[in-house]
Every structure is written in C-alpha cells, then in structure tokens.
C-alpha cells in the first residue's frame, strides 16, 4: 500500500477475524498444554535460534515472524489433536480413479504436449493433477470443519467488537 491509501472494510474484516481466530486458536493450545510440550518447545527453540542467522532483518522484523511461526506450531499441534490435518491421498487411489477417468485428463496431455514437456514426462504431470483434483474434495471438507472448530471457540470465547476508526488523511 502507499501511504495514505486504506485498506477496503471487507479486507480490514478479514483481517480482524483472522486475527480473531489465530489468538483463539493459540489461546486453545495453550489451554491444552500444547504450549508446554517439551519437544514443540524444542522445535520452537530452533525456529528462533534459525531466525537469528538472518542478517536481513530487523529485530522488530524476526520477533514479528518468531511469533508467527510460534503460533502457527502451536495451532498445527492443536488441528493433529482435533484431526483436522489432511490425509495423504494414497498412490493406489491416484491409479484407481486416474483407470476410472483416464479420457477426462486429454486435456493436460495436449496441454504439456503444447509446452513442449518431455513424452516421458506428461504421464507423471496427468498423475499430479489428478492428485490435485482428489484433493479438493478433501480440502474443502477438512476447511468446513476448521471452520466449525474456530466457530465453536468463537462462541466460548469473550470477544468485544469495537468500531476501528478510519485513519486520518496523511497530510
């Protein structure tokens, strides 16, 4: 953004209720024990210790993105307890639905044939997108139920809306 110009209301929404569930999420970890496991304090050790060799940013700059990969640990740790990771899409679905519907993937033949992508190779891009299509189902349920997850901690959780008021013009 330049300065002066303001983010839409439906991004700063968006943005707010992010952070909303990001803190809640967070809280729910912590209220877990997930904060205190000794192996994730490790890892989160580590992530510090990696972040301190990059000379190219500031102090403010690594404590911002420590605390980001802190949280994003402790909500990763906490989606594993509640099941809500995706599963891997086994190679034996992959040829069972590719034999199924081979005739629909022409497309991405013609496609990598057009690019130029080696013979050898365009079976292999047919197969990843495959993959990529048993996936959406799969995305799309596990998004609805980290949604249904968050709405439940929403509706526990205290939560005062206030009114942000809009940033005076830069002069």
């Known amino acids: 953004m330049?300065?002066?110009?303001?983010?839409?209301?439906?991004?700063?929404?968006?943005?707010?209720?992010?952070?909303?569930?990001?803190?809640?999420?967070?809280?729910?970890?912590?209220?877990?024990?997930?904060?205190?496991?000794p192996a994730l304090l490790q890892y989160i050790e580590e992530l510090k210790t990696d972040l301190e060799e990059f000379d190219n940013l500031s102090p403010a700059q690594k404590a911002w993105q420590f605390e980001e990969m802190r949280d994003m640990a402790f909500t990763h740790r906490l989606f594993e307890q509640e099941g809500l990771i995706p599963r891997q899409i086994e190679a034996t679905e992959i040829e069972s639905y590719?034999?199924?519907?081979?005739?629909?993937?022409?497309?991405?033949?013609?496609?990598?044939?057009?690019?130029?992508?080696?013979?050898?190779?365009?079976?292999?891009?047919?197969?990843?997108?495959?993959?990529?299509?048993?996936?959406?189902?799969?995305?799309?349920?596990?998004?609805?139920?980290?949604?249904a997850f968050t709405d439940s901690l929403r509706r526990k959780a205290q939560i005062e809306y206030f009114e942000i008021p809009a940033s005076p013009p830069h002069p």
């Not at 990529?132 to 799309?140: F, G």
């Open 98 to 147: 590719y034999q199924a519907h081979a005739s629909e993937y022409e497309w991405v033949r013609k496609r990598e044939r057009l690019k130029g992508t080696p013979e050898d190779q365009i079976e292999r891009r047919v197969l990843a997108e495959v993959r990529k299509d048993l996936q959406i189902p799969i995305r799309r349920e596990l998004a609805a139920k980290v949604e």
């Open 2 to 37: 330049r300065p002066g110009e303001e983010l839409p209301q439906l991004t700063l929404d968006k943005f707010v209720e992010e952070a909303v569930d990001r803190t809640l999420l967070v809280q729910e970890a912590q209220r877990r024990g997930i904060a205190s496991d």
